[in-house]
């Protein structure tokens, strides 16, 4: 069985979290009152027994901003006591005159391998993240992303099909930092145009060789583990960046609102079967080992 690397799982405590405080407010993925509490590092482990995962990454989860720091600190933290996980990736506000600072105290931590601030933004007010679509194009969001190829880190990318051609604008301007495109480019509309400008926008960041695309968090806008759903996805993008620029991810323990982890694993090795061993083990472990050091 080849082993797996999960690139993009999360560990909280919801009093850290102001998005799990108070009333539930909409989220991409629908109602989530079954993750409104702490996600430590040992249900975590629990939740992964017996899919064979070795490693994996923790992906920052949106705590208050001034707490970006502190964030970091609490997964090194756990990491230096429990041996899980085994890279951070951080957030920093990149629109902020001070993040150099912010940079530079999240990597005396030495699991930090990069930083993700989300830019996504969409017409449906529930999909929208960021305030406007074309933040990645602000100056001093530019001068503060540059700074991550100081620290050798990578931007962890999330954006939706219309954003795409100033994403791979921000990529070719940026080529010594690597950019992990979130969750296989967010393909939120399953109709055939939709489908056609995912694919488009798919191709122009594949045209950069320092993006890679992470396949994770396919079950967020169908709120389901669909193996056909994900054998889609997964065939087009292998298609478009390769096996070496694909790497998997869980995006636990948002996934766990409709699926279990051995059932989310099953669902991709299903998929992954088709495909020769050099693939999978792309796929499941060498590019997430060589993307984020581990």
């Known amino acids: 069985m080849i082993p797996i690397i999960d690139a993009h799982h999360h560990i909280w405590r919801q009093a850290d979290l102001p998005w799990l405080q108070g009333p539930m407010v909409p989220r991409i993925f629908g109602p989530y009152e079954p993750i409104r509490r702490d996600y430590p590092i040992e249900e975590f482990l629990e939740d992964i027994a017996g899919s064979g995962i070795e490693k994996s990454v923790y992906v920052q989860c949106n705590w208050?901003?001034?707490?970006?720091?502190?964030?970091?600190?609490?997964?090194?933290?756990?990491?230096?006591?429990?041996?899980?996980?085994?890279?951070?990736?951080?957030?920093?506000?990149?629109?902020?005159?001070?993040?150099?600072?912010?940079?530079?105290?999240?990597?005396?931590?030495?699991?930090?391998?990069?930083?993700?601030?989300?830019?996504?933004?969409?017409?449906?007010?529930?999909?929208?993240?960021?305030?406007?679509?074309d933040l990645m194009n602000h100056t001093l969001f530019r001068r503060n992303l540059g700074l991550l190829a100081d620290h050798g880190w990578s931007f962890d990318l999330q954006v939706f099909a219309s954003q795409m051609s100033d994403a791979a604008e921000l990529a070719a301007s940026n080529p010594d930092i690597t950019f992990i495109l979130q969750h296989a480019g967010m393909?939120?509309?399953?109709?055939?145009?939709?489908?056609?400008?995912?694919?488009?926008g798919m191709k122009r960041l594949a045209d950069q060789p320092n993006v890679v695309s992470k396949l994770s968090a396919l079950g967020t806008f169908i709120h389901r583990n669909d193996a056909a759903h994900i054998g889609d996805v997964v065939g087009e993008t292998l298609?478009?960046?390769?096996?070496?620029?694909?790497?998997?991810?869980?995006?636990?323990?948002?996934?766990?609102?409709?699926?279990?982890?051995?059932?989310?694993?099953?669902a991709y090795r299903h998929v992954l079967s088709s495909y020769d061993d050099e693939t999978q083990r792309a796929v499941f472990y060498g590019t997430a080992e060589r993307v984020y050091r581990l």
């Open 64 to 133: 208050a901003k001034d707490k970006a720091v502190d964030e970091v600190a609490f997964v090194q933290q756990v990491a230096d006591a429990s041996g899980w996980p085994h890279a951070i990736v951080g957030y920093a506000d990149l629109l902020d005159e001070n993040a150099a600072e912010t940079l530079k105290a999240q990597s005396t931590f030495p699991l930090t391998r990069g930083i993700r601030m989300q830019l996504h933004w969409h017409q449906n007010e529930m999909y929208r993240f960021a305030p406007i679509p």
């Open 239 to 266: 298609r478009m960046f390769g096996a070496d620029r694909c790497l998997f991810g869980s995006n636990f323990p948002i996934e766990k609102l409709w699926t279990s982890y051995a059932e989310l694993v099953e």
């Open 187 to 200: 393909l939120e509309d399953l109709s055939a145009d939709g489908r056609a400008a995912w694919r488009d």
